[in-house]
């Protein structure tokens, strides 16, 4: 009941923190520069100049806070020892360049990469299709954009009974077991088995993510102008045709934003791994490995250094996806 009471209460006095914020700001902005007097038109044209900032401060704030200085102070730790004490020079980064759990994470988010956008882009697109042909298409665009709601820990945990194992004569609760068993094959540890449990655990990240591209994806298919698509049908073309050669180059842009924010996603992943292996049985990523040594083995600067990685591979790809999203709402 205690943390009930106050998630209700930081939320209340969030909302009203706000509010108090902006009318208080705007009232002491009208007081310094009033519209009235002699100098009424010059003070209304520094209120107009000013007014802008008093809603962007907050963000700038919370974004120096919580993104600008932790950059720095990963950087700074990345060159310290494990405690955060201690100048170390580059040991941090020699050590991650020869470290093999290093390499297997580089590996294994490589694997992610390549696997996970690609698979959730197709599924969307192929949700989005198809269920804007059909009559009861809004309730199955819901039924496949609800693992959306459900958090990467909570979606582990049910993926763990589709993939739970019990020794051999005993009854199989995992649905993938009981479905091998069912068929006349013996019943495997699917996470264990190293290598082939990475394609398992992104199976989740793409059963969670392929609803975010169906819907973005949908609303793009939606706007492509009918008589494109009509001239295409008098013209003969097959249905295929249409999809390939009409549909999909018009929203060429599109998927690439979607494929891009998926990528993003998966190079920060981690709590799927936490929760399904912990990066046992080479299904080691970065951003796990990096858990490991600030909590585990307290080791701020190795931490950082891993942190630092994972900013430089997502950076390109975010600015990318950025400058892309710009061009496709002009």
Do not use: H
Not at 194 to 206: A, D, K, T, Y
Request: charged content about 10%; proline content about 4%.
């Amino acid at each position: 009941m205690d943390q009930l009471f106050w998630a209700g209460f930081t939320m209340v006095a969030g909302v009203f923190g706000c509010v108090a914020y902006f009318w208080l700001s705007n009232m002491a902005l009208d007081r310094i520069y009033p519209a009235r007097g002699a100098n009424a038109s010059r003070n209304i044209n520094r209120a107009t100049a000013i007014r802008p900032w008093l809603f962007v401060l907050p963000a700038l704030l919370v974004l120096v806070i919580y993104l600008i200085y932790p950059v720095l102070n990963s950087i700074w730790l990345s060159f310290t020892g494990g405690t955060g004490g201690g100048f170390v020079g580059g040991a941090n980064w020699s050590w991650l360049a020869g470290d093999s759990k290093f390499w297997e994470s580089m590996r294994n988010n490589a694997l992610w990469l390549f696997v996970v956008p690609a698979l959730s882009t197709f599924f969307g697109l192929l949700a989005a299709t198809l269920t804007d042909r059909i009559r009861w298409g809004n309730i199955a665009k819901s039924l496949i954009f609800m693992p959306m709601a459900i958090s990467f820990i909570g979606a582990s945990v049910i993926w763990k009974f589709v993939y739970d194992y019990r020794g051999e004569g005993q009854e199989q609760i995992g649905l993938l077991n009981a479905i091998v068993v069912a068929m006349g094959g013996a019943p495997q540890a699917w996470i264990t088995m190293p290598f082939w449990n990475n394609f398992f655990l992104m199976m989740i990240l793409v059963w969670i993510q392929t609803g975010f591209a169906m819907v973005i994806l949908s609303a793009a298919l939606r706007g492509i102008p009918e008589e494109t698509i009509e001239a295409a049908i008098l013209d003969g073309a097959s249905p295929m045709q249409i999809f390939w050669k009409i549909k999909v180059p018009q929203i060429w842009g599109t998927i690439a934003v979607v494929w891009t924010t998926i990528t993003i996603l998966v190079l920060k992943v981690f709590d799927i791994v936490l929760a399904m292996t912990n990066g046992q049985w080479g299904s080691q990523v970065l951003a796990n490995l990096m858990f490991d040594w600030m909590f585990r083995g307290a080791d701020f600067g190795r931490a950082s250094a891993i942190a630092l990685v994972i900013m430089l591979l997502v950076t390109p790809i975010m600015v990318w996806n950025i400058r892309n999203a710009r061009k496709e709402m002009q």
